[in-house]
């Protein structure tokens, strides 16, 4: 089923988890997830390029039974058929994949679609596309995606902040150093992917980061 809240109550003011099981320390994204859960993440993408399409969907099976007792948000990155199976909350689209309103049409209305955008020019056509919130990046450079665009940088979040009425959550190269000055231009829900799964102690390094995201010095 849909997520209950809306995308705007989802996006804020916290972090948004994204699994990477090559630079999970030999962790499953299974247990990655746990522990993401545990440490009190609402939101978290499944997101992975390397294992089969079995494989992800039986991952997939067991997240989704996990989020769903946790009250936890549930999206799957790229596969409309995937996040159908597994009656995920929503799914997040590429620029390249299927256009959102065809995904639309395959989902109806209950559930979530996102959008990765790296430009003025996609913010805007994403507004008209009906997706319910976007990506905003990557801010700064990074390699957890091998076909990534070059960063677009904090001028392109600041664009988002004024003129773009979507939810929306920034992505790329966002680490413990630099995440304040990412909150404090505007985005109230920041995407981490190495940072939390290649962290050691997962609870401890989302707890450290929510410290830096509620510093009302920020």
Same mark, same amino acid.
């Not at 009656?87 to 209950?110: N, S, Y």
């Not at 020019?121 to 665009?149: E, L, M, W």
């Given at each position: 089923?849909?997520?209950?809240?809306?995308?705007?109550?989802?996006?804020?003011?916290?972090?948004?988890? &994204?699994?990477?099981?090559?630079?999970?320390?030999?962790?499953?994204?299974?247990?990655?997830?746990?522990?993401? &859960?545990?440490?009190?993440?609402?939101?978290?993408?499944? =997101?992975? #390029?390397?294992?089969?399409?079995?494989?992800?969907?039986?991952?997939?099976? #067991?997240? =989704?039974?996990?989020? =769903?007792?946790?009250?936890?948000?549930?999206?799957?990155? $790229?596969?409309?058929?995937?996040?159908?199976?597994?009656?995920? $909350?929503?799914?997040?689209?590429?620029? $390249?994949?299927?256009?959102? +309103?065809?995904?639309? +049409?395959?989902?109806?209305?209950?559930?979530?679609?996102?959008?990765?955008?790296?430009?003025?020019?996609?913010?805007?056509?994403?507004?008209?596309?009906?997706?319910?919130?976007?990506?905003?990046?990557?801010?700064?450079?990074?390699?957890?995606?091998?076909?990534?665009?070059?960063?677009?940088?904090? +001028?392109?979040?600041?664009?988002?902040?004024?003129?773009?009425?979507?939810?929306?959550?920034?992505?790329?190269?966002?680490?413990?150093?630099?995440?304040?000055?990412?909150?404090?231009?505007?985005?109230?829900?920041?995407?981490?992917?190495?940072?939390?799964?290649?962290?050691?102690?997962?609870?401890?390094?989302?707890?450290?980061?929510?410290?830096?995201?509620?510093?009302? +010095?920020?």
């Amino acid at each position: 089923m849909r997520a209950e809240r809306s995308p705007a109550a989802l996006l804020q003011g916290d972090i948004y988890g &994204i699994t990477a099981g090559e630079y999970s320390l030999g962790r499953t994204n299974v247990e990655v997830v746990a522990q993401m &859960i545990d440490s009190g993440v609402k939101v978290i993408q499944y =997101r992975e #390029k390397e294992k089969t399409a079995r494989q992800k969907y039986v991952e997939c099976l #067991k997240i =989704r039974e996990m989020t =769903r007792e946790a009250g936890v948000t549930f999206i799957v990155n $790229d596969h409309v058929d995937l996040a159908l199976l597994v009656e995920a $909350d929503g799914v997040h689209l590429g620029q $390249d994949d299927l256009p959102p +309103e065809k995904v639309r +049409e395959l989902v109806g209305q209950k559930m979530l679609i996102g959008l990765s955008t790296h430009s003025p020019q996609q913010a805007r056509a994403a507004v008209s596309s009906g997706v319910d919130y976007i990506g905003v990046g990557p801010i700064f450079a990074t390699k957890t995606k091998k076909d990534v665009c070059e960063p677009v940088g904090l +001028e392109y979040l600041d664009y988002v902040v004024k003129n773009i009425s979507l939810p929306f959550v920034a992505i790329g190269g966002i680490k413990e150093h630099n995440i304040a000055e990412v909150r404090s231009r505007g985005a109230k829900c920041i995407a981490l992917v190495t940072e939390i799964v290649g962290s050691g102690d997962i609870v401890a390094k989302v707890l450290a980061l929510r410290s830096l995201l509620n510093d009302k +010095e920020v």
